[in-house]
């Protein structure tokens, strides 16, 4: 049976499912017991599972995960939640001098089924330090997976998904989105990783997006609707592995690609996926892709300073508009 | 405290002969099977740097000696010791030096990063401090299992300086782990000594101590004195669950990542190395086990040359292999 629940419910029933059936499931992380539960997604899971089981840790974030990892090397499946990603970046030693190549440094003779779950706190007055996400860092690494799931659906099933791989996974998860209500399936599921996901059709460009932009990029699909421009919208949804299929088909059809990002302008997955578009359909686009990211710049915590600096559906939907008036000709494929 | 005596264990009592005999054996192997490794490397067929453990074989012996198959081992660069004292197949280790399919570790790993299930060492991390988390992380499986094994993690003095040392200690004691704690304190950290990095009278098992880890500091070249604390502390560790630390001083004679000595060096003296040299682990056994009659000097010979037909019949096989059979067997990248 299929219900509407928010994000934080459905990591919640995801983590709680996972428990129930896999003993070798832990959770771990500084406050995963704390009674209002990671703002819901880890509520009453110390109180229903006990503190085996759900481990409140030392303020060591770096070789907790070390021990994490350690524990997965002798049959566990540790979730290992940072509250603020931020704190991420206390384990990158753990995360990947080790984590992301066990596998290769045993030979690909042994498993590493850890998950990271990481929280973007982008919100009001979070400022400099508590409003980043800077997944792209993970996501440079071989052998650790990247998701960003944006609908509850998603939240449930890649969680899931991670938790039971046999591989690292890191789940990126934003705040602003924790209230937010979708459907979910009661029951068990996971969802493959590698999979983006079209959430409008649209003929005359392709809004490529991740994680919390994507309402933004609904809305303006629904102004530029309203100019005349038909918009197929896409949540890229999984990071790493990326789904170039979709995207190359979506392209194909439209001629036109905007990817927007929630990071920093450098070095990130608009970057990367319109460079491979342009690589495989050089001859094909109509103009060269646009890429929608963050300044290279730190927010400030007053709402004047985020308002200036996150891009809005009103300023998305110009930029996009204006973006597809340049006239531009098809380039010719080098004889 | 650190400095306090155990009474002799049983086994030195009761069956000392045999017990001396299979520690010299252990040593010899390691020592032999390395002078070998030293004497080959200008061959060129070993292709990885090799960190050489030759005269602090006494800490792997004396450590392995009480540890069980089931009970695990984390290693660190410096491995072949702990490889060899828990019965690693020496054939595997020397293939995995050249890079062969049949190494340890699949080729893929080199001397640094050897994996043996078999014998407990679930991966080796070169990167110094983390396998403390690691193996602390095994310790947590353990106790989470309610199994009474032990997790043994050898480190040197150099990782002590780690915050993995401080987090990892912490929380082993925190939680009651079963970790045993291996420091083999050889003052030197590459090629810096422990007089550059620490301040005098920084007293490594006070640290322990002050983490709620007990801690003893033990004549690492002295393989009855490290095998007699091993012992008591390890029957303590599976009866109690409780971490350990011990202080094994020792002293390594070549280079930090080198097949070779390296006198001459700004580091540490000629001098020096000859006085340790003088303190060599298994002839101070030898010595013993000669003036008291338990081994004859012609047996003594007949061991060291038992060992040398088999470890020159390993390098034999490995050098008869022409071209490095090397395979990168990695799954594809995950785009």
């Known amino acids: ?27 771990i992380g500084e406050g995963v017991d704390d009674f209002n539960g990671l703002w819901g997604s880890t509520k009453g899971l110390y109180e229903k599972f006990g ?12 070789a907790l995960t070390g021990i994490a990892a350690g524990s997965a090397l002798v049959g566990f499946r540790p979730i290992f939640t940072h509250q603020r990603i931020d704190f991420m970046l206390m384990c990158m030693d753990a995360l990947f001098n080790n984590i992301a190549k066990w596998q290769a440094m045993t030979g690909y003779k042994q498993n590493m089924p850890f998950t990271a779950r990481g929280i973007v706190g982008r919100g009001w007055g979070q400022s400099v330090q508590h409003a980043q996400s800077f997944y792209p860092v993970f996501a440079h690494f071989p052998g650790v997976k990247v998701v960003a799931p944006y609908s509850p659906y998603e939240a449930k099933g890649l969680l899931t998904a991670a938790v039971l791989a046999e591989e690292p996974v890191i789940v990126i998860e934003a705040r602003s989105l924790y209230s937010k209500k979708g459907c979910v399936p009661e029951d068990f599921y996971t969802l493959d990783f590698g999979k983006g996901e079209i959430l409008r059709d649209g003929s005359d460009v392709t809004i490529a997006g991740l994680s919390y932009i994507l309402e933004d990029l609904l809305s303006a699909s629904d102004l530029l609707k309203d100019k005349g421009i038909s918009a197929e919208v896409i949540n890229l949804r999984s990071i790493k592995p990326f789904d170039m299929d979709i995207l190359i088909e979506s392209v194909s059809k439209t001629g036109n690609l905007v990817i927007a990002d929630i990071t920093w302008d450098c070095f990130n997955l608009a970057s990367e996926l319109s460079c491979r578009v342009n690589e495989q359909l050089f001859t094909e686009i109509k103009r060269p892709p646009l890429r929608l990211t963050l300044p290279e710049m730190y927010v400030g915590a007053s709402r004047e300073s985020e308002e200036n600096y996150y891009m809005s559906a009103e300023s998305i939907a110009k930029k996009i508009f204006c973006w597809l008036d340049q006239p531009m000709q098809k380039r010719q494929a080098l004889q | 405290m650190s400095q306090k005596k155990f009474k002799k264990g049983i086994t030195l009592m009761v069956n000392k002969s045999t017990f001396l005999r299979e520690r010299l054996k252990t040593m010899l ?45 984390t290693t660190n660069h410096r491995s072949h010791g702990h490889y060899i004292a828990r019965g690693g197949d020496m054939l595997k280790l020397a293939a995995e030096m050249a890079g062969m399919e049949s190494g340890c570790t699949g080729g893929i790993g080199g001397s640094q990063h050897i994996y043996a299930p078999e014998s407990g060492i679930m991966g080796t991390s070169a990167i110094v401090g983390s396998g403390i988390s690691i193996g602390t992380g095994i310790g947590l499986g353990i106790k989470m299992k309610k199994q009474n094994h032990v997790s043994a993690i050898f480190l040197g003095d150099g990782a002590t300086e780690e915050g993995y040392f401080y987090e990892s200690l912490n929380f082993a004691s925190l939680k009651k782990l079963p970790v045993l704690y291996v420091c083999e304190n050889n003052s030197l950290a590459t090629q810096s000594r422990i007089e550059s990095r620490r301040a005098s009278g920084v007293d490594i098992c006070k640290i322990a101590e002050s983490l709620g880890v007990q801690s003893i500091r033990v004549d690492g070249n002295n393989v009855m004195d490290v095998a007699e604390a091993a012992e008591t502390i390890i029957q303590k560790i599976r009866n109690e669950s409780c971490p350990y630390l011990i202080e094994a001083v020792t002293y390594r004679w070549m280079g930090h990542v080198s097949p070779y000595e390296d006198y001459g060096v700004r580091y540490r003296t000629q001098h020096e190395i000859e006085e340790w040299k003088k303190k060599c682990p298994i002839k101070k056994l030898a010595d013993y086990m000669t003036q008291s009659s338990i081994i004859s000097n012609e047996e003594y010979d007949f061991i060291c040359k038992l060992i040398k037909d088999e470890v020159d019949e390993i390098f034999e096989k490995i050098k008869k292999v022409e071209k490095s059979s090397a395979k990168v067997s990695a799954p594809s990248t995950p785009y």
Do not use: W
């Open chain 1, 1 to 27: 049976m299929t219900r509407e629940i928010t994000y934080s419910e459905a990591i919640l029933e995801a983590t709680t499912q996972l428990m129930e059936g896999h003993p070798e499931v832990y959770l």
């Open chain 1, 51 to 62: 503190d085996q089981r759900v481990l409140d840790i030392p303020i060591s974030e770096n």
């Open chain 2, 29 to 73: 192997r390691i020592r032999i099977f390395e002078e070998k490794t030293s004497l080959e490397y200008p061959s060129g067929y070993l292709k990885c740097p090799v960190h050489l453990y030759i005269g602090q074989e006494a800490v792997a012996a004396g450590i392995c000696t009480y540890l069980e198959t089931a009970d695990y081992v």
